[in-house]
């Protein structure tokens, strides 16, 4: 080391020597402990404990500041973390995760009819399948003396099923959905059991449907007109099958409905009638408050669980069924299907009254009824009806 080196060391040194006790004299401490002051000693620890306290407390976190603060507590630091509140669920998703659910789903659906359009129209394409269609071309003939068109019952028939299905469907779900009713209805002859205003409701329109379902078939039978919905020959079934690829590839079937149904829909209103209604008919009996409680032996051999079980699936088959009805009766020729279902107008070979739109205004007309029933089944509506026939109450 050399000498320059080490005096620049010892001047440094000399430097923070005197800078510390002109520190200490500055807040009047003495140097050292000799010659100093008791008194004047304690006036200066009085002076620098509460300024080494001030630094301290600065220097912890956990001790509130001694002056008003600008700044708050963010999202770091010490503050608590917020919890987000969970998204409300309907059923095992979000609303969020029902319309991604949808999206994809109704993406798949489109893609998996797309393959299939091609496929059986490739299929069709063939010279056995193509022979096929011609051996049984999606309809079969009916028996001799079949009656030919609508007539206006049966036209009404379908509006008032229309009318009651749909309200039914509505209440249905209603009851299924409920928690805890805050309006409920009791027989005058037994004030004791109260079931909620909208099971009442959904009750009494079963009533109706079930009286309009009996008028029905008693007409469609007194009129010969069951012959159009019953399969009366096994080729039902392959003109059903040759109707259903008709459909898939788009090339749909010609038909007149005022003569004649094709198979397939044949076998559906067939299903529907009489297989589906009855369902939900037993089903429904089942649940209701008319099954006799005390029946053990009725209740072992029925249970309420088997019930409930099918009840449910036959309301959205006829969901289903509703759906895809409307469709095709629209795409496959509306003023023509509406004039015969709603005007009762109608020819053997299908062209006459095409064009006349007496069908489709009737129809609105129908719909526009129907929604407003479907706006006015509510309380309190329902509640001065319901007072007729028992009694309604809050609890």
């Known amino acids: 080391m050399t000498v320059e080196t080490v005096e620049t060391v010892e001047t440094v040194e000399t430097a923070e020597a005197d800078e510390t006790v002109e520190t200490a004299e500055t807040v009047g401490a003495p140097a050292s402990g000799v010659g100093a002051d008791p008194e004047e000693a304690l006036v200066v620890a009085d002076a620098v404990v509460p300024a080494a306290a001030s630094v301290l407390a600065l220097s912890d976190t956990s001790v509130p500041l001694p002056f008003t603060r600008t700044v708050f507590d963010g999202a770091g630091g010490r503050a608590a973390p917020v919890e987000k509140?969970?998204?409300?669920?309907?059923?095992?998703?979000?609303?969020?995760?029902?319309?991604?659910?949808?999206?994809?789903?109704?993406?798949?659906?489109?893609?998996?009819?797309?393959?299939?359009?091609?496929?059986?129209?490739?299929?069709?394409?063939?010279?056995?399948?193509?022979?096929?269609?011609?051996?049984?071309?999606?309809?079969?003939?009916?028996?001799?003396?079949?009656?030919?068109?609508?007539?206006?019952?049966?036209?009404?028939?379908?509006?008032?099923?229309?009318?009651?299905?749909?309200?039914?469907?509505?209440?249905?779900?209603?009851?299924?959905?409920?928690?805890?009713?805050?309006?409920?209805?009791?027989?005058?002859?037994?004030?004791?059991?109260?079931?909620?205003?909208?099971?009442?409701?959904?009750?009494?329109?079963?009533?109706?449907?079930?009286?309009?379902?009996?008028?029905?078939?008693?007409?469609?039978?007194?009129?010969?007109?069951?012959?159009?919905?019953?399969?009366?020959?096994?080729?039902?079934?392959?003109?059903?099958?040759?109707?259903?690829?008709?459909?898939?590839?788009?090339?749909?079937?010609?038909?007149?409905?005022?003569?004649?149904?094709?198979?397939l829909q044949q076998l559906a209103y067939f299903g529907t009638v009489f297989l589906a209604a009855p369902l939900a008919i037993i089903t429904g009996v089942r649940m209701s408050g008319i099954w006799p409680k005390n029946a053990k032996t009725l209740n072992r051999i029925y249970p309420v669980e088997w019930a409930r079980a099918v009840h449910f699936p036959v309301m959205l088959y006829f969901v289903v069924f509703i759906a895809i009805h409307v469709f095709l009766v629209l795409a496959t020729g509306a003023l023509r299907n509406l004039n015969h279902m709603y005007a009762s107008l109608g020819s053997t070979d299908g062209t006459a009254y095409a064009e006349n739109w007496i069908g489709f205004w009737l129809f609105v007309a129908s719909l526009v009824v129907i929604a407003a029933a479907w706006v006015a089944a509510r309380p309190l509506v329902l509640a001065p009806i319901a007072r007729l026939f028992g009694k309604v109450s809050g609890r």
């Open 85 to 263: 509140a969970e998204p409300e669920r309907y059923g095992p998703f979000t609303r969020v995760q029902w319309a991604g659910a949808v999206v994809v789903g109704g993406a798949g659906l489109l893609f998996a009819a797309a393959m299939a359009v091609f496929a059986v129209r490739w299929l069709l394409s063939l010279e056995p399948l193509q022979e096929f269609l011609t051996t049984y071309p999606g309809e079969y003939h009916l028996p001799e003396g079949a009656p030919v068109g609508i007539p206006p019952w049966l036209g009404w028939q379908h509006f008032f099923n229309v009318f009651l299905m749909v309200l039914i469907i509505r209440s249905g779900l209603q009851v299924r959905g409920e928690k805890r009713p805050s309006v409920f209805w009791s027989p005058r002859t037994n004030p004791k059991r109260k079931i909620s205003l909208n099971l009442w409701f959904h009750q009494s329109l079963d009533i109706l449907w079930i009286v309009n379902g009996v008028i029905y078939v008693v007409l469609l039978f007194a009129t010969g007109q069951w012959m159009k919905i019953v399969p009366t020959s096994w080729e039902v079934f392959p003109n059903a099958i040759s109707a259903a690829l008709q459909y898939v590839s788009l090339d749909w079937p010609t038909e007149n409905g005022w003569v004649n149904y094709n198979a």
